[in-house]
């Protein structure tokens, strides 16, 4: 089992819908959740970042993490064509130098 | 304020080669790690570099070794290249070890291919 588990796709959805990507996670220890924004053969965009349990809003963006599931959201409000990219949840436990544990990504694609 | 920089963008080896990828960090940043995304697949640790010194390594063998200068750039150098290794290599900054992902910038990559 990975220690991050992420859909690969693709996700393809009208434009206007709401949009919900979704991870799983094996290491309790994580506290540190993120998503990045990933256009074809650029580098990752951070998005979003949550410290533990919760929600947190940015425009037409919101994350939820829920720690006793081990499971964690985007959700995509008002989703446009510019939104089609590769989004990666991305978690570390934020002590020391661990690196952060990232999932497969999973490929959007909003149709016009 | 420039961010994360890396060179080259696009190279070719011949497998058993060895290559050498720069990352210079964003401004103010003094902690370098590197990771390698293959096709289709998130982004792995390699390591981190800090104070010029490795301070953490993922699940890669030692052909993939780094070095850190002074000025915080960094290099990643993989000896005796194999075609798996072929992939982008991304180079991220942040400020201070142990950073908790909110101030972790990543640079465009470096696209090696091995034939």
């Known amino acids: 089992q990975k220690e991050v588990e992420q859909d690969p796709g693709p996700l393809s959805v009208p434009e206007g819908a709401i949009v919900s990507l979704n991870c799983t996670y094996s290491n309790s220890a994580f506290q540190y959740f993120m998503w990045y924004r990933q256009y074809s053969r650029k580098g990752p965009e951070l998005l979003m970042y949550?410290?533990?349990?919760g929600n947190k809003e940015d425009g037409r963006f919101t994350a939820q993490v829920d720690k006793s599931s081990k499971y964690i959201s985007l959700f995509i409000r008002d989703s446009q064509p510019s939104d089609s990219a590769t989004y990666l949840c991305a978690m570390t436990s934020g002590g020391g130098a661990d690196g952060l544990t990232f999932g497969k990504g999973t490929h959007l694609i909003i149709q016009p | 304020d420039a961010g994360v920089t890396q060179s080259p963008t696009h190279l070719i080896k011949t497998r058993g080669q060895q290559v050498t990828l720069r990352c210079s960090p964003k401004s103010g940043h003094d902690t370098v790690s590197w990771y390698q995304q293959a096709l289709g697949q998130g982004p792995q640790f390699i390591f981190q570099?800090?104070?010029?010194?490795?301070?953490q390594r993922g699940n890669f063998p030692d052909r993939f070794s780094g070095h850190q200068f002074p000025n915080y750039s960094s290099e990643l150098n993989v000896n005796a290249l194999l075609l798996g290794d072929s992939a982008l290599y991304l180079c991220a900054s942040s400020r201070g070890q142990g950073a908790s992902g909110n101030t972790i910038y990543f640079g465009e990559g470096s696209w090696l291919t091995v034939v």
């Open positions: 570099y800090y104070e010029e010194e490795e301070r």
């Open positions: 949550t410290y533990s349990s």
